[in-house]
């Protein structure tokens, strides 16, 4: 519609404009120009828009991906709204993503800035309108392993196939200070209330880095079986689509009702990943009970463990929400103005390392047992 309207306002200029040029005084005719070379005749080739429909069809194939999307938190989140500034950009808008040309993060100098940023869409994935085919969909966007910002001095060789698109934005960011483990009575200051790998360690736990290994006696595994899955991230969050929206271009992974589809690939059709969860899931992360009539607060698990050993410390204020007196959610906020040392600076970061990274371990079931039961330990260690 909007197009025709602007093609009949054009008619309309051109129509003024003749007339106005047709009102002023003309010269005398010049001599007429040579005749033209003959053009070629043209030949019966394709139409210019048949590749159009391998995506704009009746099948809906862009229809069925965007209404997946439109409810994930890439569309419908609050993420944006911290995109004005360079060393944020790079994840939280399309256009920072594409500025850093797969090089997150932006520095100063690199981000031109936006004056309209959007939210990570169909064009910050895939290479939309490229060759004007179906390749680009299939295709993605900085497909290689990124450039990992935070290793802590491992070797990371990690090939996540299409989930490498992801892991350019779900890794750690830098964080200061660095805890020195060879020296773990250094004593630290100026610790933000904000301390921690941000919410995106993600990719961090799958390849085992970016944390603070404490010596103890939980073995660090030397595999992650769900590295397994081929093309990591999208494997599990993307394999699947239910009718309540999840899965797919949503992204998400409900933990009550969608692991018999989303785990089917290794684990005995699915349904002994529910278990695996049930059994994994209150021993080591959870904060709350639902099992009883009413909930009630876990103590027990070894994240709740670490969480109120670091809140005897002084480390944490533990908050607790209630509802009708029944607890609903568990916050551990970092104190202001913590003189902590390099133990417990350690500890929290691993603390919030597997917060962060909203998995509750299942991006790296092993590693994450090992990992709270030795800061467990270490922190204990200094009564
Ligand atoms: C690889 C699949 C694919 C092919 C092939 C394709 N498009 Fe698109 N097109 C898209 C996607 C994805 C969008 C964005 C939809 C959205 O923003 O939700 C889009 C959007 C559009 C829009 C809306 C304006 C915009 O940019 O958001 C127009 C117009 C359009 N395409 C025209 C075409 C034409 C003409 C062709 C063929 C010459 C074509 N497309 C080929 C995937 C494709
Ligand atoms: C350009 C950066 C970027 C890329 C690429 C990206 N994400 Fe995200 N993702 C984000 C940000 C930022 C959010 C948080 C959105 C919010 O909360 O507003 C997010 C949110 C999510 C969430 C929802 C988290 C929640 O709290 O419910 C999932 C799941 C997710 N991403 C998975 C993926 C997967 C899988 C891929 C790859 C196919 C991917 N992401 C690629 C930046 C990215
Ligand atoms: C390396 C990529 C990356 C960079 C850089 C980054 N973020 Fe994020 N951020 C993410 C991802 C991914 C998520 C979502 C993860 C999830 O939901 O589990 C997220 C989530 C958040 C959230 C929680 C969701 C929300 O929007 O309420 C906040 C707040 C946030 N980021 C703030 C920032 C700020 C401020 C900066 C810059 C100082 C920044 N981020 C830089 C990747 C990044
Ligand atoms: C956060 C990254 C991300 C975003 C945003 C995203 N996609 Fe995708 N898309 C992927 C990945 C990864 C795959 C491969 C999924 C797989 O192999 O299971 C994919 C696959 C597809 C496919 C199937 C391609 C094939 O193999 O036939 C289509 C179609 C598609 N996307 C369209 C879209 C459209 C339309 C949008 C916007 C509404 C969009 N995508 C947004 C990451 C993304
Ligand atoms: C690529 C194959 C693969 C996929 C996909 C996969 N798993 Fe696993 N999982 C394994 C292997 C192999 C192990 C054992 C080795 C290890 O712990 O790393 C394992 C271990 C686990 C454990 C740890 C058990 C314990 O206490 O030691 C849990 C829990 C688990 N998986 C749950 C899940 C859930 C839930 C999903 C789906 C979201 C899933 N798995 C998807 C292969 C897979
Ligand atoms: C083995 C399957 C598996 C793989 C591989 C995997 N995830 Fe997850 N992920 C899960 C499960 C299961 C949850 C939800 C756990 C829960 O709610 O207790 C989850 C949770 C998340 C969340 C929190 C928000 C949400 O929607 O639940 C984000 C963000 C996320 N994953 C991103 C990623 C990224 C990025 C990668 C690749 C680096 C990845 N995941 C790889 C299974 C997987």
Request: with cysteine; net charge negative; proline share 4%.
């Amino acid at each position: 519609m909007k197009k025709n309207y602007f093609s009949y306002l054009l008619v309309l200029l051109v129509f003024i404009l003749g007339t106005v040029v047709s009102c002023t005084k003309e010269g005398p005719a010049g001599p007429a120009g040579k005749d033209g070379t003959d053009g070629i005749d043209g030949t019966n080739g394709t139409d210019g828009t048949a590749t159009c429909i391998e995506c704009h069809d009746a099948n809906q194939t862009l229809g069925i991906k965007q209404f997946q999307w439109e409810s994930s938190m890439h569309a419908a989140g609050t993420a944006l709204a911290r995109s004005s500034i360079s060393s944020c950009a790079g994840c939280h808008s399309q256009q920072g993503f594409i500025q850093t040309d797969g090089n997150n993060p932006l520095t100063e100098d690199e981000w031109k800035g936006v004056d309209d940023p959007i939210v990570i869409n169909c064009y910050a994935c895939h290479p939309i309108h490229e060759t004007y085919t179906h390749e680009d969909v299939v295709a993605l966007l900085f497909p290689d392993q990124p450039n990992w910002a935070v290793t802590h001095d491992k070797e990371v060789d990690m090939d996540l196939g299409k989930g490498n698109t992801c892991a350019h934005c779900h890794q750690s960011r830098k964080r200061t200070p660095v805890v020195d483990m060879n020296d773990l009575t250094i004593m630290y200051t100026d610790i933000s209330t904000h301390y921690g790998p941000h919410y995106s360690s993600q990719a961090n736990l799958m390849g085992a880095f970016g944390a603070y290994e404490f010596e103890g006696s939980t073995a660090y595994p030397d595999f992650n079986g769900h590295l397994g899955a081929e093309n990591g991230c999208v494997s599990c969050h993307m394999g699947f689509t239910t009718a309540s929206g999840s899965g797919g271009h949503n992204m998400h992974i409900d933990a009550g009702s969608d692991l018999e589809k989303a785990c089917a690939q290794c684990h005995s059709e699915g349904a002994g990943a529910e278990d695996k969860y049930n059994e994994y899931y209150p021993v080591y992360f959870a904060t709350i009970d639902h099992d009883g009539e009413h909930p009630t607060l876990n103590t027990t698990s070894y994240y709740t463990l670490l969480g109120d050993l670091l809140t005897e410390h002084g480390v944490y204020t533990k908050v607790v929400d209630s509802v009708d007196g029944y607890p609903e959610a568990v916050h551990y906020n970092i104190n202001g103005g913590l003189e902590i040392n390099g133990t417990l600076l350690a500890a929290l970061f691993n603390h919030r390392y597997l917060y962060q990274d909203h998995s509750h371990g299942m991006h790296n079931p092993s590693y994450s047992k090992a990992l709270l039961k030795n800061s467990l330990e270490a922190v204990e260690a200094l009564n």
